[in-house]
């Protein structure tokens, strides 16, 4: 019928308004495809189109084995996401390889615990990793996970896959804070990138949390003259 307003619309601004009135809050799974058709009758490809449009325009993030979950997003709207590192090194063209240094539990230290809001002491999983573009380091990355907030990582070798794609497969989060700076290569950091001392690093903080439980404090470092930070709108798709 002229004028009538599409079915998969409707469904959208659905959806949509119950994101933006706090009905699906940030981090919350939504409902599978299945179900939406159920619940405004139509059909599964109909939910489909609908949620591929929410998350084409930031509001959800559509992840496989973890399902479609509620984006957090800043006042004024724009969208706050964390990059995938294997993405980030093909979209410069080069070949990713990923590198366990080491994993272990530890007390977290003061500053670990007062970035995930624990006690110091209290047990956390901290790793060391590399991630390689061609044949030199494209980001060094210590991490320190709070076990309670993400279940299952007590479970996870971190061998061949990335705390980085682990967690962002396998655990929502509400609320991101960054920190960067520009910082001289220690000694040890020089040998973990490969660089003389005194190089030139970008170095990230970021802290990830869902609904005030901290998940994970992290520190990145990236040699200085090869690395550009970037920001853009999401693409539709999974983040694996």
Known sequence: MS?????YRTVKNALQHRIETGAL??????????????????SRLTAHRAVRELA??????????????????ERG?????????????????????YELIDLKSVAASARVASDLGLAQGDEVL?????????RTVWQYEERWINPAAAPGVQDQS???????RWLLTHVPYSDVTHEITAVAATKAQAVRLGLAIGAPLLQTRRVTSLH?????????L??????TLRSGPAQDGTSA
Not at 222 to 227: E, L, N, Q, V
Request: aromatic fraction near 6%; include cysteine.
């Open 3 to 7: 004028g009538q307003r599409p079915i």
């Open 25 to 42: 809050r940030v981090g919350d799974q939504l409902p599978s495809e299945e179900a939406i058709a159920q619940e405004f009758d139509c």
């Open 222 to 227: 990236h040699p200085g003259g090869t690395y």
């Open 158 to 164: 971190f061998l061949r896959t990335s705390p980085n």
């Open 126 to 134: 901290a790793v060391r990793c590399r991630h390689w573009g061609d």
């Open 56 to 73: 084409a325009e930031g509001f959800v993030e559509r992840r496989r084995r973890a399902g479609t979950t509620v984006l957090p997003r």
């Open 212 to 220: 005030g439980t901290g998940i994970t404090t992290v520190t990145l």
């Open 77 to 97: 709207g724009v969208l706050i996401r964390i990059p995938l590192i294997r993405d980030e090194v093909a979209a410069a063209g080069k070949s990713y390889r």
